[in-house]
């Protein structure tokens, strides 16, 4: 079995009295991530990082923010989508690394509920996903909670 790497970023504004969707499940807060879909910009990242490994393109060719199909979306059907892209392409999911950069809310006790989410909708080990917060010290749009940003690394094994 042959592996590949990918990579995938996200970002999305936050707005006040708005939906916050992140690692497939909504979240408490005053603001929430804004987008053409859900916004979560942890699947988004997610998504990018197995188009990457597997040289498919991105989430923007495959399911663009122009297309009504997908306004409002529910990003865990968009992932299961790539998921299955990749299947015809006879890739294997080997494990997923998400860091998400935020200052609010605090993710760490929904962790293990996310992992849970991304899980069922890759169809692999709870075990297999990672996923880590960090601030970034009130510095710049994350800092300001004006945006959130999220990081992944994908590895696939071919056949």
């Known amino acids: 079995m042959r592996p590949r790497i990918g990579f995938g970023f996200d970002v999305h504004p936050l707005k006040d009295n708005h ?37 498919l393109r991105d989430i923007g060719f495959h399911f663009p923010n122009t297309a009504l199909e997908f306004k409002n979306i529910d990003s865990k059907i968009l992932l299961a989508k790539t998921v299955q892209l990749l299947r015809e392409k006879k890739y294997t999911i080997g494990n997923i690394d998400v860091t998400v950069c935020l200052e609010n809310p605090k993710i760490n006790p929904h962790i293990p509920q996310m992992q849970i989410a991304l899980a069922v909708a890759m169809q692999i080990s709870e075990g297999d ?12 749009y ?16 071919s056949a």
Not at 28 to 55: P, R
Not at 129 to 140: D, Q, V
Request: hydrophobic share 50%; glycine share 12%.
């Open 19 to 55: 939906p916050f969707w992140l690692g497939g499940i909504q979240l408490q807060y005053t603001k929430g991530a804004f987008g053409h879909s859900d916004a979560d910009v942890m699947i988004h990242a997610i998504c990018d990082a197995l188009l990457g490994a597997a040289n």
């Open 129 to 140: 996903i990672s996923i880590k917060a960090t601030t970034n010290e009130k510095l710049g």
């Open 142 to 157: 994350v800092g300001r909670e004006d945006g959130v940003c999220a990081y992944a690394a994908a590895i696939i094994f």
